[in-house]
């Protein structure tokens, strides 16, 4: 027999695992014994240890439920108290009913002892009393209705539909409740005849608000139609009216112009029955615009009715919710009804703007806008595009269908306008001369005609000649690139048309304005006036003579004369260089950006149109003042310059003017041919140089201005349109070129200015064997800066005829002292001997030529320096070091490599051999 097991030695369970281990037939019935199923359950063989253990577990598993038990009384002994003090409160409440009901029979049972036949009596005749009462009263309503009759026609005169309606409504409802009676019956009838013909004057108030909106009436209308129940059916009816209204105003403007002649020749019907295309057709066009303006000025009224309409609806709907409050239960019909109208109206805007688009894009393409002047056509765009700007206004419309219906005309006529004005500018360029317009020192494009409706647009934008521009620079400016680029027309408001327009007026008004005279023009009697032709000497001012002389010799220095040239030639520099040319590309660039402005859809079209002028332009001055240029023209021309001008002959010019090539090409232009007046050969007037530079400056001027209208032109074209390649390429490259013209140009002066012949047949003549070193410089030298002092006197005189810029000045030097400089070279290079002294020579003419060409011009670093001392250091270089001298220097000619080679390796025939096969190798 095991040892009895100690309880303290038993496995401590927790509470729950005790509850789960209690026999669910615990607690399945209330007649459970629990005695008998313990026994039962004991095995037929006892064991006392098993029984022990068996008691411990029950006995553990009674005293975990008696806990939990008690765990749970405790938790519901707050909610015993309160249903116990909750039942208690209900029986006090029904001993209070009980008292009541007993105090109430009571009461009864003494009433009821206490009522008499007197009392009955009283009450009879108050029940008379009362029926009499209610049959005066029927007898009175009765008499009301017969007379109310001619009291509605009254108010449906006075167009007081509300309160006819009103009282029309509580004379059925009066009629309804005696409809007993036989006259009533008969009343009814004739009410309800009345009731119709109010419905139908209120369809005729309705048409009367497409004309004039009233706030007053129409609230008088809508009124009417809420007390009849049929807001819906108004709405309805309203928008058809506003339909209507559209069409018949549209009609009625365009059969006013229309020619009765034609409308009998086409056919003999009457204009109002004719389609209103075919209507459009016969306008004459003589009455064009003005039919346009009317049209337009008809329409808004319509639109203006409506929005003014749209915006009570907006207004009546705020101030009946906030009357409605929070409490308030709005009405469910009422609800449906402001529903029903908002999204009418919604719908209804766009409807009548697509009608409004329809009836003005049919009239627009009902006439060849060809035939038009520009100004008239500019005037057709800005109504079309104030029209699109109220669309926008009145219901967020871009107006695709009406810029449609413009596109193609404006597309068409651009294209002819174009064409023309590439002609007229090659016939300005064929007969210009060249010579200076006298335009005042603040002379802006934005003081030009062309650009005046532009002004507020290109506000902040410098575009006077000494703004700060940077044509190799393209950042936009911020200010200019951030303002608005929806609407730039001064006449529209932050308010907004119809605000401005809400009691007179329309947005169609054409005010005229007194075309003011352009002020650019200098004054002659200004100080700075001069004559800019340079045909003659007499045309220079005398003190600039006199100074002239004196600056050559005499005893006139003391002149204070040239104090007075130099004030007068720096406020000379001021001036704007521009040619009449110039200033008609201007005019007409201002005139494309005002078409650009007013139809974006072509913009990119007509900018692209305005590149070409510039374009042309720039070719016209390569072809005039190019054509002379001596030796090849790749060293003049820079890369982007000659590819520049091989784009611009691709893509524009006509060379062969033949009738076939002009047919097939409609989109180039002949190439210019100069004026048989301009003569460039003349060395008394250096070679033309003072029409050179008008031509090559005046050029460069209107790039700037081009350069600043970019921000501008960026905000006409659409964000694809400024990816297109003839934008990119033009802002990048040709804008830039036009500096570039500057080399070309003035290299064909500079190459004449010094006689290089000559030059070279003085140092032909110098001995370069001499055997010591020469303390005196060649008298090349002295010849060749006698020559320059002379260029540098003529300049300033030509300074005095044409404003001479820094940049001017510095490529004529820059140009002339390379050419010298390769004169240097290639004069060294004629040498067939030369000993150590020559070689010292040589470097002493070329360092006092430096030397006295630093006190003539300003010019650093000098252009070609290096190409002459590093020819001149070759002469002492040895057979090893000459040999990798002649490898790495590829920028001298065989030439002049032959001859160093000859000159250094004079006794050495072998050295010499070699090295002039390496130098032919190289040149192949």
Request: aromatic share 8%; proline share 3%.
């Amino acid at each position: 027999m095991e040892p009895e097991k100690s309880p303290s030695a038993a496995v401590q369970k927790t509470i729950e695992d005790v509850l789960e281990e209690i026999d669910s037939d615990y607690f399945d019935s209330i007649t459970f014994d629990p005695c008998i199923h313990e026994l039962k359950k004991l095995p037929d063989v006892l064991d006392i240890h098993s029984i022990q253990a068996r008691r411990e577990n029950l006995r553990q598993q009674h005293m975990v439920v008696s806990k939990r038990v008690l765990q749970l009384i405790l938790q519901k002994q707050s909610q015993r108290h309160d249903e116990v003090a909750r039942i208690l409160e209900i029986q006090q409440q029904l001993q209070a009913a009980l008292r009541l009901c007993r105090e109430g029979r009571t009461s009864l049972s003494g009433a009821k002892s206490q009522f008499t036949t007197t009392s009955l009596g009283i009450l009879a005749n108050y029940r008379k009393k009362q029926t009499l009462r209610g049959l005066l009263h029927s007898l009175n309503t009765i008499k009301t209705l017969l007379c109310t009759e001619e009291r509605l026609q009254e108010l449906l005169n006075e167009a007081n539909y509300a309160r006819a309606i009103s009282l029309l409504l509580e004379c059925q409802r009066a009629a309804c409740t005696y409809r007993h009676f036989n006259c009533v019956a008969a009343l009814s009838g004739k009410l309800q005849d009345t009731l119709e013909m109010a419905e139908e004057q209120l369809d005729g108030a309705l048409t009367k608000v497409c004309a004039k909106f009233q706030p007053e009436f129409y609230n008088n209308v809508m009124t009417a139609y809420q007390l009849l129940g049929k807001t819906q059916m108004a709405m309805d009816q309203l928008h058809m009216h506003f339909y209507s209204a559209i069409h018949n105003k549209a009609v009625e403007v365009i059969r006013e112009c229309v020619d009765n002649t034609e409308s009998l020749v086409t056919g003999g019907a009457s204009s109002s029955l004719k389609p209103f295309r075919l209507l459009c057709q016969n306008v004459v066009p003589e009455k064009f615009i003005d039919c346009l303006l009317n049209l337009c000025k008809s329409l808004w009224e319509v639109i203006l009715n409506y929005n003014q309409m749209r915006m009570w609806h907006k207004q009546n709907a705020c101030q009946q919710l906030h009357k409605g409050g929070v409490s308030t239960v709005i009405d469910f019909e009422l609800s449906c009804d402001q529903k029903y109208v908002e999204q009418k109206l919604e719908k209804g805007m766009f409807r009548m703007w697509h009608d409004v688009q329809s009836r003005v894009g049919a009239y627009l393409m009902g006439c060849d806008l060809a035939r038009f002047k520009f100004e008239e056509f500019l005037q057709i765009l800005s109504v079309v595009h104030r029209l699109m700007e109220v669309g926008e206004e009145f219901c967020g419309s871009k107006s695709e269908e009406l810029q449609n219906s413009i596109r193609e005309q404006s597309t068409n006529y651009f294209k002819s306008y174009h064409r023309e004005r590439l002609e007229e500018l090659r016939l300005f360029l064929e007969n210009e001369n060249w010579e200076l317009c006298p335009v005042k020192n603040n002379f802006t494009i934005l003081q030009l005609q062309e650009f005046k409706s532009l002004r507020n647009a290109l506000k902040g934008i410098k575009f006077d000649e000494g703004s700060s521009l940077n044509l190799t620079s393209h950042t936009a400016s911020p200010d200019c690139s951030t303002s608005s680029a929806h609407s730039q027309d001064s006449s529209s408001t932050a308010g907004g048309y119809f605000l401005r327009y809400s009691e007179s007026g329309s947005p169609f008004d054409i005010i005229p304005v007194e075309s003011q005279e352009e002020d650019i023009l200098a004054n002659i009697r200004d100080g700075m006036s001069v004559d800019y032709s340079d045909e003659s000497d007499d045309d220079v001012p005398e003190d600039v003579k006199k100074d002239f002389v004196d600056e050559g010799g005499g005893d006139n220095n003391k002149n204070p004369k040239p104090f007075v040239r130099k004030q007068v030639q720096h406020d000379f520099l001021k001036v704007p260089v521009l040619t009449t040319t110039t200033l008609t590309v201007l005019r007409y660039c201002g005139k494309y950006l005002q078409m650009s402005q007013l139809l974006r859809r072509i913009a990119s079209d007509v900018i692209a149109g305005m590149i070409q002028l510039f374009e042309y332009y720039m070719y016209a001055v390569f072809v005039f003042f190019t054509a002379d240029l001596q030796g090849p023209e790749n060293y003049t021309f820079s890369l982007r310059l000659q590819a520049t001008l091989k784009h611009i002959e691709g893509s524009l010019i006509l060379l062969d003017r033949s009738d076939s090539e002009i047919q097939s090409q409609k989109s180039k232009i002949a190439r210019p041919y100069m004026s048989p007046d301009i003569d460039l050969s003349q060395s008394q007037r250096l070679y033309g140089l003072p029409k050179r530079i008008i031509a090559v400056e005046s050029l460069v001027h209107l790039a700037k201005q081009l350069e600043s209208l970019k921000p501008y032109v960026e905000q006409l074209l659409e964000q694809t349109c400024k990816t297109e390649p003839y934008f990119q390429q033009f802002y990048t490259q040709t804008i830039s070129a036009a500096v570039d013209l500057r080399r070309p140009v003035y290299m064909c002066v500079s190459q004449r200015i010094v006689d290089f012949g000559r030059m070279l047949h003085l140092m032909s003549k110098v001995n370069w064997e001499v055997k010591d070193v020469m303390s005196q410089h060649s008298d090349y030298v002295d010849a060749l800066m006698m020559e320059l002092k002379t260029f540098f006197s003529q300049l300033e005189s030509v300074a005095a005829i044409v404003p001479l810029s820094p940049e001017v000045n510095k490529v004529l030097w820059s140009n002339l002292i390379e050419l010298i400089c390769n004169t240097f070279v290639e004069g060294f290079s004629n040498a067939k001997k030369c000993s150590n002294g020559g070689r010292a020579l040589m470097q002493l003419d070329f360092t006092q030529f430096l030397t006295q060409l630093d006190k003539l011009v300003m010019i650093r670093p000098i252009p070609n320096k290096e190409y002459v001392e590093m020819y001149v250091k070759a002469y002492y270089l040895q057979e090893p070091a000459l040999e990798k001298w002649i490898k790495e220097h590829n920028e001298y000619s065989s030439k002049h490599l032959l001859a160093l080679v000859s000159c250094t390796c004079q006794n050495r025939k072998k050295s010499r051999l070699r090295l002039s096969s390496l130098i032919e190798e190289l040149g192949r």
